[in-house]
């Protein structure tokens, strides 16, 4: 089992900056790869970005692109979310996944979930 807890979030204003953190506990050495999912009020969880564990390959949403950086330290066994240019529809619960497998943009493919953080983007 692998055990994810985020830290992070909170209020912004539009234009601002928030870094999430997850850091990954337990059988972390199973950790194929780490990502971002984000729910936001009245609409389904989505896929915002991931890192592959070894090689570092990343992976993200048209929408956060050229504004968000994932990034993991793999000494600590956490992965960052760096939100730059926050946008108020950017305002939702961000949740910590991680999986074992290659599906790395689903939330089907996530076997690991942390709690969620909220971030809250004021216009």
């Known amino acids: 089992q692998v055990q994810l807890v985020e830290s992070g979030g909170g209020l912004a204003q539009a234009g601002g900056s928030l870094r999430l953190s997850c850091a990954a506990s337990?059988?972390?050495?199973?950790?194929?790869?780490m990502g971002w999912f984000r729910q936001a009020p009245g609409k389904e969880r989505e896929f915002v970005a991931t890192v592959n564990w070894i090689g570092g390959s990343t992976y993200y949403t048209d929408s956060v692109k050229g504004r968000f950086t994932i990034s993991r330290d793999n000494a600590k066994n956490t992965v960052y979310l760096q939100m730059n240019s926050l946008q108020p529809e950017d305002t939702a619960v961000y949740y910590c996944a991680a999986t074992n497998g290659a599906v790395t943009q689903e939330s089907y493919g996530m076997d690991y979930w942390g709690k969620g953080t909220l971030v809250t983007v004021s216009s």
């Open positions: 337990g059988h972390t050495f199973s950790i194929y790869a």
